[in-house]
Protein backbone atom coordinates (compact mmCIF):
# COMPACT_ATOMS: atom_id res chain seq x y z
CA UNK A 1 0.00 0.00 0.00
CA UNK A 2 0.89 3.33 -0.97
CA UNK A 3 -0.41 6.67 0.48
CA UNK A 4 -0.35 10.13 -0.55
CA UNK A 5 -1.24 13.14 0.53
CA UNK A 6 -1.16 16.65 -1.51
CA UNK A 7 -0.30 19.90 -0.79
CA UNK A 8 0.36 23.58 -2.17
CA UNK A 9 -3.24 24.71 -3.85
CA UNK A 10 -4.57 27.45 -3.76
CA UNK A 11 -6.31 30.35 -4.62
CA UNK A 12 -3.88 32.72 -7.70
CA UNK A 13 -4.45 34.66 -10.06
CA UNK A 14 -3.64 34.42 -13.67
CA UNK A 15 0.21 34.27 -14.33
CA UNK A 16 0.79 33.53 -10.93
CA UNK A 17 2.57 30.30 -9.89
CA UNK A 18 2.16 27.65 -7.62
CA UNK A 19 4.06 24.54 -6.21
CA UNK A 20 2.22 21.48 -5.58
CA UNK A 21 3.85 18.81 -3.29
CA UNK A 22 3.21 15.04 -2.80
CA UNK A 23 4.40 12.77 -0.08
CA UNK A 24 4.09 9.40 -0.04
CA UNK A 25 4.67 6.36 2.76
CA UNK A 26 4.15 2.75 2.69
CA UNK A 27 6.16 1.44 0.06
CA UNK A 28 10.07 2.22 -1.16
CA UNK A 29 9.19 5.57 -3.00
CA UNK A 30 11.75 5.81 -5.06
CA UNK A 31 11.09 2.43 -6.97
CA UNK A 32 7.73 4.14 -7.91
CA UNK A 33 6.09 5.89 -10.57
CA UNK A 34 4.51 9.16 -10.32
CA UNK A 35 2.35 11.27 -11.75
CA UNK A 36 -0.14 14.11 -11.65
CA UNK A 37 -3.32 14.94 -12.73
CA UNK A 38 -5.88 17.23 -12.62
CA UNK A 39 -10.22 17.01 -12.51
CA UNK A 40 -12.70 19.39 -12.99
CA UNK A 41 -16.33 18.38 -12.15
CA UNK A 42 -18.14 16.63 -15.00
CA UNK A 43 -15.04 16.19 -16.99
CA UNK A 44 -12.43 13.00 -17.21
CA UNK A 45 -9.31 12.66 -15.19
CA UNK A 46 -6.70 15.01 -17.36
CA UNK A 47 -3.21 13.82 -16.90
CA UNK A 48 -0.47 16.39 -16.50
CA UNK A 49 2.47 14.97 -16.04
CA UNK A 50 5.06 12.18 -14.89
CA UNK A 51 7.99 10.86 -13.97
CA UNK A 52 9.47 7.31 -14.11
CA UNK A 53 11.28 5.71 -10.77
CA UNK A 54 14.71 6.77 -10.86
CA UNK A 55 13.37 10.14 -12.68
CA UNK A 56 15.46 9.89 -15.70
CA UNK A 57 12.05 10.37 -17.68
CA UNK A 58 9.00 12.13 -17.78
CA UNK A 59 6.06 12.78 -19.51
CA UNK A 60 3.84 16.06 -19.78
CA UNK A 61 0.55 16.81 -21.46
CA UNK A 62 1.52 18.36 -24.93
CA UNK A 63 -0.47 21.62 -23.57
CA UNK A 64 1.42 21.81 -20.71
CA UNK A 65 4.83 21.39 -21.54
CA UNK A 66 7.15 24.52 -20.93
CA UNK A 67 4.78 25.78 -18.24
CA UNK A 68 4.05 22.62 -16.12
CA UNK A 69 7.69 20.86 -14.58
CA UNK A 70 7.28 17.21 -12.41
CA UNK A 71 10.32 16.29 -10.24
CA UNK A 72 11.45 14.48 -7.33
CA UNK A 73 12.99 14.08 -4.30
CA UNK A 74 12.83 9.87 -3.25
CA UNK A 75 15.27 11.41 -0.39
CA UNK A 76 12.16 13.39 1.00
CA UNK A 77 9.48 10.88 -0.67
CA UNK A 78 8.17 13.62 -2.42
CA UNK A 79 7.27 14.62 -5.81
CA UNK A 80 6.42 18.17 -7.37
CA UNK A 81 4.89 20.28 -9.90
CA UNK A 82 6.03 23.24 -10.63
CA UNK A 83 3.42 25.11 -12.05
CA UNK A 84 3.74 28.90 -14.12
CA UNK A 85 2.06 31.04 -15.96
CA UNK A 86 -1.42 30.11 -14.56
CA UNK A 87 -4.50 29.88 -16.27
CA UNK A 88 -8.12 30.26 -15.48
CA UNK A 89 -8.56 27.11 -17.39
CA UNK A 90 -5.68 25.68 -14.94
CA UNK A 91 -8.10 25.36 -12.24
CA UNK A 92 -9.13 21.99 -11.04
CA UNK A 93 -8.18 19.43 -8.73
CA UNK A 94 -4.79 18.40 -8.54
CA UNK A 95 -4.23 14.48 -7.53
CA UNK A 96 -0.85 12.88 -7.14
CA UNK A 97 -0.78 8.96 -8.56
CA UNK A 98 1.87 5.74 -7.96
CA UNK A 99 2.46 3.27 -9.54
CA UNK A 100 5.27 0.52 -8.70
CA UNK A 101 5.09 -1.14 -12.17
CA UNK A 102 4.40 1.02 -15.10
CA UNK A 103 4.98 4.62 -16.09
CA UNK A 104 2.03 5.45 -17.75
CA UNK A 105 0.10 8.75 -18.86
CA UNK A 106 -3.07 6.55 -18.38
CA UNK A 107 -4.55 7.37 -15.36
CA UNK A 108 -6.57 3.80 -15.06
CA UNK A 109 -2.75 2.51 -14.83
CA UNK A 110 -1.99 4.06 -11.43
CA UNK A 111 -2.47 1.87 -8.45
CA UNK A 112 -2.46 4.50 -5.80
CA UNK A 113 -4.12 7.98 -5.24
CA UNK A 114 -4.09 10.94 -3.01
CA UNK A 115 -7.05 13.09 -2.04
CA UNK A 116 -6.25 16.06 -4.26
CA UNK A 117 -5.67 19.84 -3.71
CA UNK A 118 -8.04 22.59 -5.01
CA UNK A 119 -5.85 25.03 -7.26
CA UNK A 120 -8.20 27.63 -8.47
CA UNK A 121 -6.35 30.54 -10.81
CA UNK A 122 -9.30 33.53 -11.05
CA UNK A 123 -8.81 35.97 -14.20
Known amino acids: QVQLVESGGGLVQSGDSLRLSCVGS????????LGWFRQVPGKEREFVAS????????YYAPSLRGRFTISRDDAKNTVYLQMNSLKPEDTAVYLC????????????????WGQGTQVTVSS
Open 26 to 33: GQTFSALA
Open 97 to 112: AADPVRHSMTHYNYDY
Open 51 to 58: IKWGGDDT
